[in-house]
């Protein structure tokens, strides 16, 4: 649980590393799905999802199917998540592949209820810079200039 101590909303907010191997993502999407009903707090789900909503959050090699997609976005609608959107770059995740080229995903991100939403209605999710890692850090901005929630990296 989160507490905004300036203005006393509590939420919960939910850090996630989504499983790396397609055959195993539904570990995660089953994961949410048996903690959405768990609390009626606000609730926020910050992290690397490893997977996309949309076919145009990848760009290169190793498109997503439309299964993996539409299982990324059921999972997200059973529990009544939504993304809040960013700020920054289009994408998350940058890897240079064979013959010199670039495959570019957004993989993190940060997804949210109603409640949550409602009750942080200024809340901005950022894709900062990273020199030297394939993942950029993300960071939302969810009420005030000073009160801030960082995903752990």
């Known amino acids: ?10 939420s919960r907010v939910t850090f ?8 195993e993502r539904y570990k995660t999407w089953n994961m949410l799905r048996g903690i959405a009903g768990t609390s009626t707090l ?3 789900v910050i992290g690397d999802f490893n997977e996309v909503i949309h076919g145009h959050e990848h760009d290169g090699v190793g498109n997503r199917s439309q299964a993996q997609m ?22 998350t ?13 957004r993989l993190d991100r940060g997804v ?4 949550w939403s409602i009750a942080f ?21 969810y009420m005030h200039e000073d009160a801030c929630l960082r995903a752990p990296r």
């Open 42 to 44: 606000p609730w926020a």
């Open 70 to 91: 539409d299982a990324f976005r059921d999972a997200l609608d059973t529990c009544g998540l939504a993304d809040i959107g960013y700020i920054g770059s289009s994408w």
């Open 93 to 105: 995740f940058e890897r240079k592949v064979t013959g010199g080229t670039f495959t570019r995903v």
């Open 1 to 10: 649980m989160v507490v905004d101590d300036l203005v006393g909303i509590k």
């Open 112 to 115: 949210a209820n109603l409640a």
């Open 16 to 23: 996630v590393y989504g499983e790396a191997q397609m055959s």
């Open 121 to 141: 209605p200024n809340a901005r999710l950022e894709h900062k810079t990273a020199a030297t890692n394939d993942h950029v850090p993300i960071y939302v901005r």
